[in-house]
């Protein structure tokens, strides 16, 4: 049928020839089909046997002489179709001439997909966490925790003598020298208590540290002993 052909000049003939050999582009299959004819030139003219591509296929049309699978993160449904779907975000299809929407699988625990047509999930990067499936955006660690490591689930507290005040951060700040903190998931320096007299402390410290015998600290917030 003519439908079956894209005419870009000259008259719509219901029949396979529809150009001369001299203007090849001036004729040919529609859009998600192929020419199955494998010698199309005949006494100076241009025959089409256009077909549908088969479902997970594709093609631009013209003179196309066979159908392309759709790429990795994309499907097709349906036979001719002028282009494949793509995997919505939050899925990945990693193979070539999927047939369905049920070929894009669910990124897993610890990755995400932000866009549409995707042939992998990406990590969720250090500061972050993705803790479910299907996920189309990472979520940046709360105030008070971290994650150093990609692919995470889940962000740590800040551990003891440390704070973070900030989101989305792959590390905790340390308590200064001359301070500590028993606290967990820390979110403030508040928390970072000045030494008393007769202690003292280095960086990130849990707890301050009693002057030995034979020393002594009479001011607070020192770093060491006298």
Request: charged share 20%; proline share 8%; hydrophobic share 15%.
């Given at each position: ?6 005419i870009a000049q000259g008259p719509q003939l219901p029949i396979d020839c529809v150009g001369p050999v001299n203007e090849p582009t ?48 994309e499907y097709g449904d349906e036979a001719g179709l002028e282009a494949c779907e793509p995997c919505r975000r939050g899925t990945f ?124 600290q009479d001011s607070a917030g020192q770093t060491k002993c006298k």
């Amino acid at each position: 049928q003519v439908s079956n052909y894209k005419i870009a000049q000259g008259p719509q003939l219901p029949i396979d020839c529809v150009g001369p050999v001299n203007e090849p582009t001036s004729c040919g299959c529609m859009p998600g089909y192929e020419n199955k004819l494998n010698d199309d030139s005949f006494d100076g003219l241009f025959y089409f046997n256009c077909a549908k591509c088969d479902e997970g296929s594709t093609s631009s049309g013209g003179d196309s002489r066979e159908c392309q699978p759709c790429p990795p993160g994309e499907y097709g449904d349906e036979a001719g179709l002028e282009a494949c779907e793509p995997c919505r975000r939050g899925t990945f299809n990693g193979n070539a001439g999927a047939t369905s929407n049920t070929n894009c699988t669910a990124c897993p625990k610890g990755s995400y997909a932000p866009a549409k047509g995707s042939a992998k999930c990406q990590s969720c990067p250090p500061g972050s966490s993705c803790n479910s499936t299907g996920m189309e955006s990472y979520d940046k660690c709360p105030i008070g925790t971290y994650q150093s490591s990609e692919s995470r689930t889940k962000c740590d507290e800040c551990p003891r003598g440390s704070y973070q005040n900030k989101t989305g951060q792959a590390s905790c700040e340390l308590c200064p020298a001359g301070t500590c903190s028993e606290a967990y998931g820390s979110s403030s320096n508040g928390v970072c208590a000045l030494c008393g007299k007769g202690k003292s402390s280095q960086v990130g410290a849990s707890v301050c540290t009693s002057c030995p015998k034979g020393s002594f600290q009479d001011s607070a917030g020192q770093t060491k002993c006298k």
